[in-house]
Protein backbone atom coordinates (compact mmCIF):
# COMPACT_ATOMS: atom_id res chain seq x y z
CA UNK A 1 0.00 0.00 0.00
CA UNK A 2 3.14 2.58 0.56
CA UNK A 3 2.81 3.01 -3.27
CA UNK A 4 -0.23 4.13 -2.96
CA UNK A 5 0.21 6.93 -0.77
CA UNK A 6 1.10 9.61 -2.76
CA UNK A 7 0.50 8.82 -6.32
CA UNK A 8 -0.95 10.71 -8.73
CA UNK A 9 -1.99 10.06 -12.55
CA UNK A 10 -2.72 12.84 -15.04
CA UNK A 11 -3.77 13.01 -18.97
CA UNK A 12 -3.66 16.37 -20.75
CA UNK A 13 -2.30 18.43 -22.72
CA UNK A 14 1.58 20.71 -22.64
CA UNK A 15 1.04 24.10 -22.61
CA UNK A 16 3.93 24.94 -23.72
CA UNK A 17 7.26 23.10 -25.53
CA UNK A 18 9.25 22.18 -22.30
CA UNK A 19 11.96 23.54 -20.64
CA UNK A 20 15.22 21.87 -20.41
CA UNK A 21 18.25 22.26 -17.93
CA UNK A 22 21.18 20.21 -18.04
CA UNK A 23 22.71 20.45 -14.78
CA UNK A 24 26.81 20.71 -14.02
CA UNK A 25 26.55 17.32 -12.93
CA UNK A 26 25.11 16.34 -16.46
CA UNK A 27 21.49 15.30 -15.26
CA UNK A 28 18.55 16.89 -17.45
CA UNK A 29 15.80 18.28 -15.91
CA UNK A 30 12.43 18.90 -18.33
CA UNK A 31 9.62 21.78 -16.84
CA UNK A 32 6.22 21.92 -18.15
CA UNK A 33 2.86 22.53 -17.91
CA UNK A 34 -0.18 20.20 -18.62
CA UNK A 35 -3.53 20.59 -18.66
CA UNK A 36 -6.33 18.54 -18.04
CA UNK A 37 -9.96 19.46 -18.52
CA UNK A 38 -13.10 18.63 -17.01
CA UNK A 39 -16.31 18.78 -19.10
CA UNK A 40 -19.80 18.95 -17.32
CA UNK A 41 -23.34 20.80 -17.62
CA UNK A 42 -23.99 23.23 -14.55
CA UNK A 43 -27.37 24.09 -13.43
CA UNK A 44 -28.99 25.51 -16.11
CA UNK A 45 -27.94 22.96 -18.57
CA UNK A 46 -24.91 24.97 -19.78
CA UNK A 47 -22.09 22.93 -20.57
CA UNK A 48 -18.56 24.33 -18.87
CA UNK A 49 -15.24 23.28 -19.35
CA UNK A 50 -13.03 23.46 -16.04
CA UNK A 51 -9.43 23.57 -17.07
CA UNK A 52 -6.87 22.98 -13.83
CA UNK A 53 -3.27 23.76 -14.81
CA UNK A 54 -0.54 21.29 -13.42
CA UNK A 55 3.17 22.18 -13.24
CA UNK A 56 5.08 18.67 -14.19
CA UNK A 57 9.09 18.47 -13.83
CA UNK A 58 10.80 15.00 -14.90
CA UNK A 59 14.18 14.03 -14.58
CA UNK A 60 17.06 12.07 -16.11
CA UNK A 61 16.24 9.61 -18.78
CA UNK A 62 12.58 10.75 -18.69
CA UNK A 63 13.92 14.01 -19.26
CA UNK A 64 15.95 13.19 -22.06
CA UNK A 65 12.58 11.54 -23.92
CA UNK A 66 10.84 14.64 -23.26
CA UNK A 67 13.32 17.00 -24.74
CA UNK A 68 13.16 15.03 -28.22
CA UNK A 69 9.63 14.18 -28.53
CA UNK A 70 7.36 16.60 -26.72
CA UNK A 71 6.17 20.08 -27.70
CA UNK A 72 3.67 22.41 -26.97
CA UNK A 73 0.15 20.83 -27.37
CA UNK A 74 0.85 17.34 -27.16
CA UNK A 75 -1.41 14.74 -25.50
CA UNK A 76 0.24 12.64 -22.41
CA UNK A 77 -0.29 10.58 -19.55
CA UNK A 78 2.02 10.84 -16.52
CA UNK A 79 2.54 9.28 -13.50
CA UNK A 80 4.33 10.74 -10.59
CA UNK A 81 3.97 11.93 -7.10
CA UNK A 82 3.17 15.38 -5.48
CA UNK A 83 5.60 17.43 -3.72
CA UNK A 84 5.60 20.71 -2.47
CA UNK A 85 8.59 22.88 -1.99
CA UNK A 86 8.85 26.95 -0.96
CA UNK A 87 11.77 29.64 -2.24
CA UNK A 88 11.95 33.34 -2.07
CA UNK A 89 11.63 35.69 -5.20
CA UNK A 90 13.84 38.37 -6.28
CA UNK A 91 11.71 40.60 -4.05
CA UNK A 92 12.19 38.69 -0.77
CA UNK A 93 8.41 37.46 -0.88
CA UNK A 94 8.33 33.27 0.04
CA UNK A 95 6.64 31.74 -2.99
CA UNK A 96 5.39 27.92 -2.55
CA UNK A 97 5.13 25.79 -5.57
CA UNK A 98 3.66 22.54 -5.64
CA UNK A 99 4.65 20.45 -8.79
CA UNK A 100 4.43 16.41 -9.98
CA UNK A 101 7.32 14.75 -10.08
CA UNK A 102 6.92 12.45 -13.29
CA UNK A 103 8.70 9.10 -13.12
CA UNK A 104 5.91 7.20 -15.96
CA UNK A 105 5.25 9.17 -19.13
CA UNK A 106 2.96 8.00 -22.11
CA UNK A 107 3.17 9.88 -25.19
CA UNK A 108 -0.83 9.91 -26.18
CA UNK A 109 -2.65 11.11 -29.80
CA UNK A 110 -1.12 11.11 -33.17
Not at 28 to 54: P, S, V
Amino acid sequence: MNALKNRVQLIGNLGTTPEIITLESGKKLAKFAIATNERYKNARGEKITDTQWHNVVAWNKTAEIIEKYLEKGKEVMIEGKLTSRSFEDKEGNKRYVTEVVCNELLMLGK
